[in-house]
């Protein structure tokens, strides 16, 4: 395996002075975001076909162990605050449960019985989209789950950093990024984790746009539930609106917090319930409920 080998590179680097070290490690993360780049295609695929389920009501579960694992249930979490995501269509599996993400239990990924256990508990189906991430592209939980996902008929994507993985041959979509030898020969938590991290970004992002919870580059379906993020859907509400930073928060408080329904409220004069419903009929998505002109 590539993430195995020796770099030729940074063999000696123990022996390198402290600032050349660290320059040397910011120096191999380079690579990482290219190799995600050469995976355009791959991503894009994945991107498009996973948006269809979604769009039909599917779930995003998120499969993985160790550092792999970790990565993949940031992703998954995350997109609640950002997207206002439902937490129950956003599954993160992880091998040894929840604990392992803050203490390492590495013998967990072997475990193909648990990965299998854990989708049929979930109630995986044709529905759901499956994302398994492993750097090795053969941890056995991973490559388990993912294949039993297939076999119940869930679109499933494979993220791996080693050419010719199994975890390749056993998904529909198969995401290759190669990152190749690590600074430190074997820790996937660097090079290949950093290339992850880039790939299930763009990849959960590309999927919330696609859906229309993103309009005029801006996360028109984050909650405000802080007051920086009050501040900032107000003023989001007034910029999409063509209103005022005040008329956006006075809209914002009788949407009941919602940007898209108080956008809609102040660009089209509708009161709350109108709006509201407008929305609901879009589907969420407010480019969609503003009309061709949006």
Same mark, same amino acid.
């Given at each position: 395996?590539?993430?195995?080998?020796?770099?030729?590179?940074?063999?000696?680097?123990?022996?390198?002075?402290?600032?050349?070290?660290?320059?040397?490690?910011?120096?191999?993360?380079?690579?990482?975001?290219?190799?995600?780049?050469?995976?355009?295609?791959?991503?894009?695929?994945?991107?498009?076909?996973?948006?269809?389920?979604?769009?039909?009501?599917?779930?995003?579960?998120?499969?993985?162990?160790?550092?792999?694992?970790?990565?993949?249930?940031?992703?998954?979490?995350?997109?609640?605050?950002?997207?206002?995501?439902?937490?129950?269509?956003?599954?993160?599996?992880?091998?040894?449960?929840?604990?392992?993400?803050?203490?390492?239990?590495?013998?967990?990924?072997?475990?193909?019985?648990?990965?299998?256990?854990?989708?049929?508990?979930?109630?995986?189906?044709?529905?759901?989209?499956?994302?398994?991430?492993?750097?090795?592209?053969?941890?056995?939980?991973?490559?388990?789950?993912?294949?039993?996902?297939?076999?119940?008929?869930?679109?499933?994507?494979?993220?791996?950093?080693?050419?010719?993985?199994?975890?390749?041959?056993?998904?529909?979509?198969?995401?290759?990024?190669?990152?190749?030898?690590?600074?430190?020969?074997?820790?996937?938590?660097?090079?290949?984790?950093?290339?992850?991290?880039?790939?299930?970004?763009?990849?959960?992002?590309?999927?919330?746009?696609?859906?229309?919870?993103?309009?005029?580059?801006?996360?028109?379906?984050?909650?405000?539930?802080?007051?920086?993020?009050?501040?900032?859907?107000?003023?989001?509400?007034?910029?999409?609106? %063509?209103? +005022?930073? #005040? &008329?956006? *928060?006075? !809209?914002?408080?009788? @949407? =009941? $917090?919602?940007?898209?329904? /108080?956008?809609?409220?102040?660009?089209? %004069?509708? +009161?709350? #319930? &109108?709006? *509201?419903? !407008?929305?609901?009929? @879009? =589907? $969420?998505?407010?480019?969609? /409920?503003?009309?061709?002109?949006?």
């Amino acid at each position: 395996m590539t993430t195995e080998s020796i770099s030729a590179r940074f063999e000696s680097s123990d022996n390198w002075p402290t600032p050349d070290l660290v320059a040397g490690l910011i120096e191999s993360q380079f690579a990482a975001v290219a190799a995600v780049q050469a995976a355009t295609a791959a991503l894009a695929q994945a991107t498009d076909a996973a948006a269809a389920r979604l769009e039909a009501g599917g779930r995003l579960i998120y499969m993985g162990a160790g550092t792999s694992g970790r990565i993949a249930v940031q992703d998954a979490v995350e997109l609640r605050p950002t997207f206002n995501w439902p937490a129950e269509r956003s599954l993160a599996l992880m091998a040894g449960g929840d604990g392992a993400l803050i203490a390492a239990r590495e013998g967990a990924e072997d475990d193909e019985g648990e990965a299998v256990q854990v989708l049929d508990a979930a109630g995986c189906g044709p529905q759901d989209v499956v994302i398994g991430v492993a750097a090795s592209g053969r941890t056995p939980f991973t490559v388990a789950g993912v294949r039993h996902a297939r076999g119940l008929g869930a679109l499933t994507v494979g993220m791996f950093n080693n050419p010719g993985a199994v975890l390749g041959a056993v998904c529909d979509i198969p995401v290759l990024i190669d990152t190749g030898a690590e600074f430190l020969a074997g820790s996937t938590r660097l090079k290949a984790g950093t290339a992850q991290k880039v790939a299930l970004n763009a990849f959960s992002t590309g999927v919330m746009i696609r859906l229309g919870l993103v309009f005029r580059g801006q996360m028109v379906a984050m909650r405000p539930t802080n007051a920086k993020l009050r501040d900032r859907a107000a003023e989001m509400v007034a910029r999409l609106s %063509g209103h +005022d930073a #005040a &008329a956006g *928060q006075v !809209a914002l408080d009788r @949407a =009941g $917090g919602s940007i898209a329904i /108080a956008t809609l409220m102040l660009a089209q %004069g509708l +009161d709350a #319930a &109108a709006a *509201q419903a !407008a929305v609901r009929a @879009a =589907g $969420g998505n407010l480019a969609r /409920a503003l009309g061709p002109r949006a």
